[in-house]
């Protein structure tokens, strides 16, 4: 008769030092090593060096001197800041929503199975965001310029006042921006909200239809709701992308007119490049970060509290 077979209880090993782990995977470990390198000789080192100087008094040449929190303290009561604060969170208030808004309304129209030509025109709302940004930025300038632009060029044809797109109105100067920061990576949101939109399952939608859903309640209570995960996404880096803007600001308007297009990064521009600031630069470069982080976390707080439990 035979035994009955017992399972004999595994004998935990204790875990091998760190070394020996190296040893048996060094070829695995020299794949990966090039990115860790570079990460850390042009992202890590930089940061660290920043970070320090960032209480330090340089002019970019010299010794550094140690000033603590004079920076940052320096920074605070700049009143240009709290200006350029102002700026960027206004392009963010009227940029964040209406271009959500906006992408989603194209990927549902380029979605559209009947629609003719639907390759082309995914094409070409998706040629904007991989044009350089200082061409498009050149055209604009063309286009709305204040004297020989070919907008006022229209407006005066139907009898209309030429208006002062880029030195003259600040609301004209931001909706030139906010025009050229819509245009320029409207595509990209596009083209992630049409594959949301394609990865909806059919089945639903029959569903909904037999149900006798109209077009409207089927968007609102279907497609809206599937389509949060990749809202959450784009709200958050969109988010850090606008408090970042610099491009379209820079290439329109310098910051005018008389600072209402002055941006963060445009004022980080100005304190480290133009002036020589740098440790003031430095403070206010990670004044920037933190602003960020914060507000990031407290729009992933609320919007997963909100929309997914």
């Known amino acids: 008769m035979a035994k009955a077979l017992t399972a004999r209880p595994m004998l935990a090993r204790p875990p091998k030092p760190l070394w020996k782990q190296v040893a048996e995977h060094w070829v695995d470990y020299l794949f990966i090593a090039p990115f860790f390198v570079s990460f850390a000789i042009f992202g890590l080192y930089p940061l660290l060096w920043a970070f320090q100087l960032s209480f330090s008094k340089w002019r970019g040449f010299g010794p550094m001197t140690f000033v603590g929190l004079d920076n940052y303290r320096a920074m605070l009561r700049d009143p240009y800041i709290l200006k350029a604060l102002i700026n960027t969170l206004q ?118 239809k037999i149900d006798g859903a109209s077009e409207w309640q089927t968007f609102w209570r279907i497609t809206l709701p599937l389509l949060r995960p990749i809202i959450f996404f784009l709200t958050i880096i969109a988010t850090i992308g606008l408090m970042n803007m610099f491009n379209q600001p820079f290439m329109l308007t310098r910051g005018g007119p008389r600072g209402e297009t002055e941006t963060l990064m445009l004022r980080l521009y100005d304190i480290g490049i133009l002036q020589a600031r740098y440790g003031d630069a430095s403070a206010f470069g990670f004044m920037i970060g933190l602003l960020v982080i914060l507000i990031s976390l407290i729009q992933i707080r609320l919007l997963r509290r909100r929309w997914m439990g």
């Open 91 to 208: 392009f963010a208030y009227i940029l964040l929503p209406t271009g959500i808004f906006i992408a989603i309304v194209f990927a549902v129209i380029l979605n559209t199975k009947n629609l003719a030509g639907r390759g082309i025109f995914r094409t070409l709302y998706f040629l904007p965001y991989i044009t350089s940004s200082v061409i498009v930025a050149i055209v604009f300038s063309q286009l709305f310029d204040d004297t020989m632009g070919w907008v006022n060029a229209g407006l005066k044809a139907i009898g209309l006042e030429p208006i002062k797109w880029l030195r003259g109105d600040p609301w004209a100067a931001k909706t030139v921006v906010i025009l050229l920061t819509h245009w320029g990576g409207i595509g990209y949101n596009v083209l992630l909200f049409l594959g949301g939109l394609q990865s909806i399952e059919p089945e639903i939608y029959e569903a909904a």
